[in-house]
């Protein structure tokens, strides 16, 4: 079989590799859709934070976004079986520690995460998945947007810790996936006034058409959310967040530190809340998919195959405001050997 893989900054190559095999608590499972962000984007490149802090060691194949059908189920699984569409969660805890106890699995100190940490993700024709940590898709939904019930649980996530009340007024810095997202779900579950602080036209139109608008001069917001992950965004959305309001930040800046105004955040009385994967939202979310209220497939603009990764990666890594989420296809329906 081929798989992607990453063994160095900016050294990433398809291979051939041999069919790995499922455990007794496993599925075997051919990737269909698989979306490249920007965590990607970090590993190949090298500045992703987790080759800093020593948690993810290479050689690793990436990929966390996903949607794909089981070939084969492990022995004891007996909540999925051959032929099931499947999506899986990023981070894997250990479900003994009392990070899991408390439902915070992503923050377990022996967590695996697809395609970053311990866990080859679904850039490969075949990959091992802990059944435990998949969920089904429901007929009718595309696999477009299943791919990207990852980052739209990421989203939901953040907008959960937003704390927005009802008809409440949010500022997005950034209307990237995870703004496009955020703010969807801002203004179709909370009935929110949104507006964007995005350069990029394309975007900003984008997001025009669910219902943000631009913020005004010197106007301030009681919830802001940050998702861009730069200084300057980090910045601006400071500055932009009023006496008493929340700022959550989903945006990984790339970098070992970013300056915030900490005496001003003290004395305005502000939250600051860093808003990292999406423990516990996978089935609310899938719902919220399937149902229509969100709809990510929305956000894609290319699509390649497994083989042309280099044309993909290539495209992400340019300045094109045509381009917004690429998906790979690793297999295409209906698979050749079942």
């Not at 051959?82 to 990070?99: N, Q, T, W």
Request: aromatic fraction near 4%; include cysteine.
């Amino acid at each position: 079989m081929k798989r992607l893989l990453v063994t160095g900054p900016d050294q990433v190559r398809v291979v051939d590799a041999p069919v790995p095999q499922p455990g007794p608590d496993d599925l075997l499972v051919a990737p269909l859709r698989v979306g490249v962000c920007a965590t990607d984007l970090e590993l190949i490149d090298g500045s992703l934070v987790y080759l800093r802090t020593g948690e993810l060691t290479l050689p690793l194949t990436p990929g966390h976004e996903w949607v794909g059908q089981v070939v084969q189920a492990g022995e004891r699984v007996t909540s999925l079986a051959a032929g099931d569409l499947v999506v899986g969660e990023c981070s894997i805890g250990c479900g003994r520690c009392p990070f899991c106890a408390a439902g915070a699995y992503h923050q377990c100190p022996t967590r695996r995460e697809t395609g970053i940490i311990g866990l080859d993700g679904a850039l490969q024709e075949r990959m091992v998945f802990p059944a435990s940590s998949a969920h089904r898709v429901p007929g009718g939904m595309s696999l477009d947007d299943a791919a990207l019930v990852e980052p739209t649980a990421v989203a939901f996530r953040a907008f959960q810790r937003l704390g927005l009340p009802p008809a409440a007024s949010l500022l997005i810095v950034g209307g990237g996936t995870q703004g496009f997202l955020a703010a969807t779900m801002a203004i179709n579950l909370a009935h929110a006034d949104v507006a964007l602080l995005e350069p990029r036209p394309s975007r900003f139109e984008r997001l025009r058409g669910v219902g943000v608008r631009a913020p005004t001069d010197g106007e301030t917001f009681s919830h802001v959310l940050e998702a861009a992950g730069t200084a300057q965004s980090l910045s601006v959305a400071c500055e932009r967040l009023a006496p008493g309001g929340t700022l959550v930040v989903v945006g990984l800046s790339g970098r070992p530190k970013v300056e915030v105004a900490v005496d001003t955040i003290v004395v305005r009385d502000q939250s600051l809340v860093g808003s990292i994967g999406s423990p516990g939202v996978w089935p609310e979310v899938i719902r919220l998919v399937a149902s229509g209220v969100v709809r990510p497939s929305a956000l894609v603009t290319h699509s390649f195959d497994l083989a042309e990764f280099d044309d993909a990666y290539d495209l992400l890594r340019g300045v094109d405001d045509a381009v917004s989420k690429v998906l790979i296809t690793p297999n295409a329906l209906p698979l050749a050997d079942g």
